[in-house]
């Protein structure tokens, strides 16, 4: 079975590009170059350097000893709350700024959720000094005020988005419709493993260096390359794909998808789209996604904005599909109460996305002698106010 | 012959006026249809509201999210659409986008268009190589016509590849743009309108996007079959009542 994207843009039946005629040229433009471009000695060391020096990269693999001792299995925590700007969210938006400059282009967008890929993007475009405009819903500007600022601080200009429920997907909406009318100057950089094929594999090639360093770091620990299980979160699923993506074709290493059920799977308040959603078309792929009966995209909830997307990556469709993946669905209280122990455990406030990853070990039962690597997709500064008022601190 | 064939055989510009079903109020479809005939419109797209429209503009968004609100589906369109081949001559196509289609499935969708006497569809993100692979066959068994747009950007090898799978008219996006983006238009265009036309394609074109009165319809139908408008109409709807659907189509036409 193969897991990575076919020569069509496919994982199984999900991905392709079901895109309106307009964007045909950007999008073709990509998919003709993005290989090209990511194989140039030049690029490579470029976006190595970036990784180094200004991500602060590799990101640490660390064994997390009283986290392990209280669930009695082995827990290694692969540190993307370390990264620059707080998340795995950076690793992407390097890589693509170093494609769009190499394709010409002087204008970026990109949607944005909690504003954790509108500030890794406005900090690529501050670094390279590239005109930077970040589509975010008007309801999501009001309740991320920190992040809209460390934006604007960074010199991009934010858009709300004000059509259909103002969220997330809204945002891309707005961020695709600029595209439309920009085709020549601007490039879009996506923050998630969706969207139009070539997309979810070129975001999933960036973040890939996340399972990458994976292999090497475990290695000097437990001088095996693979654990037995790597577990992530999934909205979009791009701190997913990267944390699988070495051992997508490792029989032996299991992959755990965490998604978030918000107040229940069943509450009509949830994320899980492995569970709620259908096949259908979002932006741009074919994948799994929330939807009316008659093909109307629904608003998903969770208390974590970086999960409350109603489709998910077309890879992770697929490795739902093919069972290569489990799925599992958090809820908002079982992630605030993993996120919460990791402060009093380890010492490290994690990113209540992260949180959702965490929150597993009180419903699986491993063996003391499994290696269990969990992606700390970013940290929890960004958070406070819900832990805040969540535990009334 | 398919209706949207023999009326692009006629020796006229063609007036094509697009709505979105369901807006202003849920019930107001067969009138808006039956008032845009009467009042001497070429063809109509039928609007098939959905969530996230992609290539449109706040206007035609708009109209979508209150359709959608009023409780618009595509089964309550198919069954207001019913009888309408009793009453309305003129071709009528159905635009919007895939997912719908694909939930409420492909070929039964395509059986329900051909029963109701729907002639040709237009989804914009249904993309050109997935149609002529998967679904062209498809269509074609329930005798319906695929629109497919180009713009600006789409390249003269893909034009004539579009040309070739194509059996009704091109829909000419006038510029790189979503719906009602527009106002009037420059050089650039009216250049890419020559540079099609010249192109002496075997699909007569149709030109939308920025058609929004005399001056943009004469323009546009200069160098093209007919002209498409949308959000202009929509606007329209959405102070004035459909009664006087007739006062835009002068206003139009002239």
Redo the contacts between chains.
Sequence with gaps: MNYNVNEKGYYGEFG???????L??NVEELRQNYLKIMAEPSFKKEFDQLLKDYVGRPSPLYFAKRLSEKYNTKIYLKREDLNHTGAHKINNTIGQILMAKRLGKTRIIAETGAGQHGVATATVCALMGLECIVYMGEIDIARQAPNVARMKMLGATVVPA???SRTL??AT?EA??DW?????NTHYIIGSAIGPHPYPDMVTRFQSVISEEIKWQLKEHEGTENPNYVVACIGGGSNAAGTYYHYLHEPDVKIIAVEAAGLGVDSGESAATSVLG???????CKTLLM?T??????EPYSISAGLDYPGVGPMHAHLCKTGRAEFMAITDDEAMKAGLELCKLEGIIPAIESSHALAIFEQKIFKPTDVVVVSLSGRGDKDLQNYIEYFKI | MNRINKKLQEDKKLLSIYFTAGYPSLTDTVTIIQNLEKSGVDMIEIGLP??????D??TI??SS?QA?KNGM???VLFNQLKDIRKTVSIPLIIMG????????GVEAFCKKCQEIGIDGLII?????D?YNETYKATFEKYGLINI????P???VE?IRFIDSISNGFIYM?SS???TG?QSGFGDEQTSYFKRIADMNLKNPQVIGFGISDNTTFTQATQYAKGAIIGSAFIKHLSTKPVSSINDFVNFIVK
């Design positions: 392709g590009a079901y895109i309106p005629e307009m045909y040229p004000l059509s259909g997907k809204d909406n695709i419709r439309i009318n920009n085709p020549v259908k096949e259908g078309i979002i932006h741009g939807q009966k008659d093909g109307q995209i629904t | 959905f969530s996230d429209p992609l290539a503009g706040p968004q708009a999210t959608l589906t595509t089964e986008y895939f997912n719908p289609m694909l939930q409420y914009p993100d249904l993309p050109v997935v497919f747009l180009i713009t950007q789409t390249s893909r996006v790189a743009s979503v983006s």
